[in-house]
């Protein structure tokens, strides 16, 4: 079977002493010329196989492809060089392969049923028995084992931290790095050394499945995270057993496409592209230095990425000083939209792009391209070229002298009590609180946080209430072998027999049945508050039909799936004050539950600990914290929707049935106290462009309880040569505070990170002028503002 036919895409720093324990550094051999002598040794079929890290998947799903992963014999015989590929006479009997991708992940996150999953200790083995009989080839060369990351390692029983925009609601780069060093962490101690969809991509449409796993709309919060998880990942030396590689996707971008589908064409201009889409890359690739990236499957203004040496040579490594390898997971994109007329000459085009490693398995980097290069279509230099690098990346991992791992470490690593705490702090940081009105008849108070007291009965309703697989995102590891308990488990550990919880499911995700809704309105009545958690589904795996967010799952509407908004409509009705959890992966059209319910609570995808945050929040343990990352649009009619607009867009008419604003903004978030923003004041309004000024602004908390304030500063070109957007994010400051006191928050602005524009000769400028400075809880809610002169 193709696996282009089941998937076009790869299934593809603080040290937490807890965690580590203690490891005995590696002696290193001295590197010299390694490289060009084993490149010396090597045949054409040797170093194809070098270039093949084919995703692994299983037997059942394979029929009678030759992919050497569906069975342990298949891998091994890969390893030990007796794969045969091609008919006839493109016939050859590749060298030793060169590793494997996602090999720990046999369930594909629950796809297929797998009666013993691997433990960590059993995949360190697993992985060092593979590496000895590399190691046993005469060329010695080790295997790069590489896996999917995007929120943890996929290897079941790794901590399960919470997906992506959960991690950029945090507004907190240096809690994402300590997430990733984690991540790091256990995926290396089972021998894995290169993690694969790392997002550096902007969420820009929330109908695109994949936009999952992204961290925000916004580039300067998105550019902020990769520069703080590369070096977390990456650490001072990628020999360590604490490193892995970081393979920062899909490059350049894979969105915003055509209808938010994920296989169709991005039409966008190269000066919107390098305005909006390229500061997260310049920070992963230039001062953070990642070290491997994915090439898009998408085509952008007509080109095919995984041909063009435009973007995968002259941006990414001429422009960008990427000094990595290039994995591509869809060379076969070049025939399908005919920019090569054969599997034998797209070889040739990718190869030259710079593609690398190819993980797809197809005939096109296989047979073929071993045919291109004996005919003279394909110079060898070229493919050692590709092989030199992947070569010299093993080589910095240290394989060469050392490729196993300790599987009593991996025991001690991998969710370990230091990684499930850092899970927790995650997840109460990502909650975003998007209303609290007092209830009828309340004090004034906002409904949350719940009080034990007062609170007798509580009715928690809904799909997601008693669902501990929904909480855990996409591409997670399966099973987790260590408890990740519901909202309602955690909610009765919490609050004991102190509160009567009434439970009802009351409807599922997806569906049509309406039979459990009587239930749920009986629950509600006897309830003094009501809880209902409604929103997404990701459990069941990659295959599962029953999914409604993750990959290949676009969707047309952004409204809640089956009957759940009248579930909402149904427990409102009895008059019991109603709380919404909406537990999702994109932004959401909410716009009935925005405007009935009493409270409005986004769990996004929290991971492990995502039931017990949640409980947490409700009852005041700790405050929500999160803030949006992405705009929340009123109806999916509004896309293309961010808050970073033209002013055209921003200053635009309503439509005739419905205002043209954000149902909620970006940066939008409330807590459970308040702050008054006072005086703001530069250390000079006049600069030079290569100058610094800092903003000063005091905040004070101006509630009854502690809390933690998101402060975010925006600028706005006043006179510009192109039309930019009317605001720009460029700094955010998380600041605690004690009711009563005051904060002095400050921010730096240098004008050629953050006052810079890309010119209609796609220059990147300062222009002289004047800016406006704006300080405030969101991209609409600014509370001070002052004037800055660049001259």
């Known amino acids: ?21 203690l490891v005995t550094p590696m002696v290193k051999a001295p590197r010299g010329r390694r490289v060009d002598a084993l490149l010396a040794r090597m ?50 009997t590749l060298g030793p392969g060169g590793g494997f991708f996602g090999l720990v992940n046999q369930s594909l996150s629950g796809s297929v049923p797998v009666p013993h999953p691997l433990s960590p200790r059993q995949q360190a083995l697993q992985h060092n028995h593979l590496q000895r009989l590399a190691r046993a080839n005469p060329l010695g060369i080790p295997l790069l084992q590489i896996s999917e990351g995007t929120h943890g390692s996929v290897g079941p029983g790794s901590t ?23 991540v790091a962490r256990e995926s290396r101690a089972v021998g894995i050394h290169a993690l694969s969809t790392i997002m550096a991509e902007l969420n820009r449409d929330p109908r695109y499945g994949r936009g999952i796993w992204s961290f925000s709309e916004d580039p300067y919060l998105t550019a902020r995270m990769i520069e703080a998880l590369v070096p977390a990942m990456q650490g001072d030396d990628l020999a360590s057993p604490e490193s892995v590689v970081t393979s920062l996707c899909t490059f350049p971008m894979e969105a915003p496409n055509t209808g938010g589908l994920e296989t169709s064409s991005i039409e966008i201009g190269e000066r919107a592209f390098r305005q909006t889409h390229l500061e997260p890359w310049r920070a992963g690739f230039g001062p953070a230095g990642a070290l491997m990236t994915e090439a898009s499957e998408q085509t952008i203004d007509g080109i095919v990425v995984h041909g063009s040496r435009r973007y995968l040579t002259e941006l990414l490594r001429d422009e960008l000083d990427f000094r990595g390898v290039v994995i591509g997971n869809d060379v076969r994109s070049l025939v399908r939209e005919h920019v090569a007329g054969t599997a034998r000459e797209a070889a040739g085009l990718a190869l030259r792009a710079g593609v690398d490693i190819s993980l797809s398995w197809d005939e096109i980097y296989l047979d073929q391209l071993a045919a291109a290069v004996r005919e003279g279509g394909v110079e060898e230099a070229l493919l050692d070229r590709a092989v030199r690098r992947v070569l010299t990346l093993k080589e910095r991992l240290g394989l060469f002298e050392n490729p196993y791992v300790d599987p009593d470490r991996a025991e001690r690593v991998v969710n370990c009590a230091g990684h499930r705490e850092l899970a927790l702090q995650c997840a109460r940081q990502s909650l975003v609180l998007l209303k609290n009105d007092p209830a009828k008849g309340g004090e004034g108070r906002g409904l949350l946080p719940l009080s034990r007291d007062r609170v007798r009965t509580l009715a928690l309703i809904g799909p997601n209430a008693d669902d501990r697989l929904n909480l855990l995102g996409e591409y997670n590891a399966y099973p987790a072998l260590h408890p990740t308990p519901s909202i309602r488990e955690a909610l009765r550990e919490l609050v004991g027999d102190d509160v009567r919880i009434v439970h009802a499911r009351g409807c599922d995700v997806i569906g049509t049945d309406t039979s459990g809704l009587a239930a749920a309105r009986a629950a509600a009545l006897q309830a003094d508050v009501a809880v209902v958690v409604v929103g997404e589904q990701t459990k069941g795996g990659y295959f599962s039909p029953d999914r409604t ?24 009705a009895t008059g019991t004050p109603t709380i919404a959890v909406v537990v999702t992966g994109r932004a959401l059209s909410l716009r009935w539950a925005a405007a009935h319910l009493t409270a409005l609570l986004i769990a996004w995808l929290p991971g492990e600990a995502g039931g017990r945050a949640v409980a947490e929040a409700l009852f005041g343990d700790v405050e929500p914290t999160g803030r949006l990352p992405v705009t929340f649009p009123r109806d999916v009619g509004q896309l293309p929707l961010s808050y970073d607009q033209k002013r055209a867009r921003a200053d635009a008419d309503d439509y005739i049935d419905m205002p043209s604003t954000p149902l909620y903004p970006f940066g939008a978030g409330l807590g459970y106290t308040t702050f008054r923003y006072d005086r703001i004041r530069l250390t000079a309004d006049t600069i030079k462009a290569n100058a610094t000024t800092r903003v000063r602004v005091d905040i004070t908390n101006t509630g009854q309880r502690a809390g933690t304030e998101v402060v975010q500063l925006y600028v706005t070109d006043d006179q510009a040569s192109v ?28 004008p050629s990170r953050d006052l810079s524009l890309v010119d209609d000769e796609l220059r990147t400028v300062v222009e002289p002028g004047t800016f406006e400075i704006k300080v405030g809880r969101s991209s609409t809610d600014i509370r001070r503002r002052a004037t800055l002169r660049v001259t």
């Open 1 to 21: 079977m193709d696996k282009a036919k089941i998937s076009r895409r790869a299934f593809a720093g603080l040290a937490l002493a807890a965690c580590t324990g």
């Open 43 to 92: 045949s054409v079929a040797d170093k194809i196989a070098q270039l093949n890290i084919p995703v692994c998947l299983p037997q059942e799903l394979l029929g009678d492809s030759t992919d050497p992963t569906g069975t342990r014999e298949h891998r091994e015989a890969y390893v030990r060089g007796e794969t045969v590929v091609g008919e006839k006479a493109d016939r050859i």
């Open 160 to 182: 399960i931290f919470p997906e992506g925009l959960a991690l950029g609601a945090t507004f907190d780069p240096q809690l994402i790095g300590r997430v990733y060093g984690a």
């Open 549 to 572: 967010d993750g990959e290949l799952k676009d969707t047309a509407s952004l409204d809640l799936t089956g009957v759940q908004e009248r579930l909402l409509k149904e427990v409102h």
């Open 723 to 750: 039309s930019l957007p009317y605001i720009r994010l460029r700094g955010v400051r998380k600041v605690h505070v004690e009711p009563g006191e005051r904060a002095t928050v400050t921010f730096d602005i240098m």
